[in-house]
């Protein structure tokens, strides 16, 4: 598609903040009013229209596909968003790890067992940590309160967090990426401890090592959008 504008702003309207091209305001891809709660999510979702050239690059639009998508389908049905997120708390990378005495344990235990622990004092909840690939529930408690606190995250949030958790396999990781002071680039380290682990074992793959760097800045860039959401 040709760039079919000039002039790119944001600016307020009734019920939240929105792009304007030429003076028209942007709708959602569902064509709905792409009103976003914060000025800052709006200025950078003009950055990415402004950031066009002559022919327009749908993949560019990183930030308006997660605002479309808590506009259009989150908001469509929330409930169903948060089912689908509860079963990166069921079979939580951070909770599944080798063998107790393996070396690869040892690391999960350095890096992640702080996370899980941390997670369980702000959420209040327990997580079961398993050794080995055999499934294991989450207690039922815990699950319930997971669903309880997620219906709490505004539509933005779990937008973010459906890119957060889905790139980690990881329901805690994406819960503590939303967290105000999160070390994001941190927390995608820790996701992928064992792909690390593989590649310093066996070597790396430059296909692989392509696909990873562009999952970690997906999921830093929806760790981006839930901080710009919050304004």
């Given at each position: 598609?040709?760039?079919?504008?000039?002039?790119?702003?944001?600016?307020?309207?009734?019920?939240?903040?929105?792009?304007?091209?030429?003076?028209?305001?942007?709708?959602?891809?569902?064509?709905?009013?792409?009103?976003?709660?914060?000025?800052?999510?709006?200025?950078?979702l003009a950055a990415e229209w402004?950031?066009?050239?002559?022919?327009?690059?749908?993949?560019?639009?990183?930030?308006?596909?997660?605002?479309?998508?808590?506009?259009?389908?989150?908001?469509?049905?929330?409930?169903?968003?948060?089912?689908?997120?509860?079963?990166y708390a069921e079979t939580d990378?951070?909770?599944?790890?080798?063998?107790?005495?393996?070396?690869?344990?040892?690391?999960?235990?350095?890096?992640?067992?702080?996370?899980?622990?941390?997670?369980?004092?702000?959420?209040?909840?327990?997580?079961?940590?398993?050794?080995?690939?055999?499934?294991?529930?989450?207690?039922?408690?815990?699950?319930?309160?997971?669903?309880?606190?997620?219906?709490?995250?505004?539509?933005?949030?779990?937008?973010?967090?459906?890119?957060?958790?889905?790139?980690?396999?990881?329901?805690?990781?994406?819960?503590?990426?939303?967290?105000?002071?999160?070390?994001?680039?941190?927390?995608?380290?820790?996701?992928?401890?064992?792909?690390?682990?593989?590649?310093?074992?066996?070597?790396?793959?430059?296909?692989?090592?392509?696909?990873?760097?562009?999952?970690?800045?997906?999921?830093?860039?929806?760790?981006?959008?839930?901080?710009?959401?919050?304004?």
């Amino acid at each position: 598609m040709k760039r079919f504008y000039k002039d790119v702003t944001a600016a307020e309207q009734e019920g939240g903040w929105q792009v304007l091209l030429d003076g028209r305001t942007v709708k959602s891809q569902g064509g709905r009013a792409q009103l976003v709660p914060s000025a800052a999510l709006a200025a950078e979702l003009a950055a990415e229209w402004a950031a066009q050239g002559p022919d327009i690059d749908p993949a560019a639009f990183v930030l308006r596909d997660m605002a479309d998508y808590a506009i259009d389908v989150i908001g469509n049905d929330r409930e169903m968003a948060i089912r689908e997120l509860l079963p990166y708390a069921e079979t939580d990378t951070l909770c599944y790890r080798a063998e107790a005495g393996d070396a690869l344990r040892r690391k999960q235990d350095l890096l992640w067992e702080p996370l899980v622990t941390a997670a369980e004092a702000r959420l209040g909840v327990h997580f079961e940590r398993i050794g080995g690939v055999i499934h294991r529930p989450q207690p039922p408690e815990t699950m319930l309160r997971l669903e309880t606190l997620l219906g709490g995250q505004d539509d933005f949030a779990l937008a973010a967090l459906r890119n957060l958790a889905g790139l980690a396999a990881s329901l805690i990781t994406g819960l503590a990426a939303l967290e105000p002071d999160a070390d994001t680039p941190a927390l995608w380290h820790a996701a992928h401890l064992e792909e690390e682990w593989q590649a310093e074992r066996w070597g790396r793959d430059e296909e692989a090592e392509l696909r990873s760097q562009r999952r970690r800045e997906a999921f830093l860039a929806a760790a981006r959008f839930a901080a710009l959401a919050r304004g």
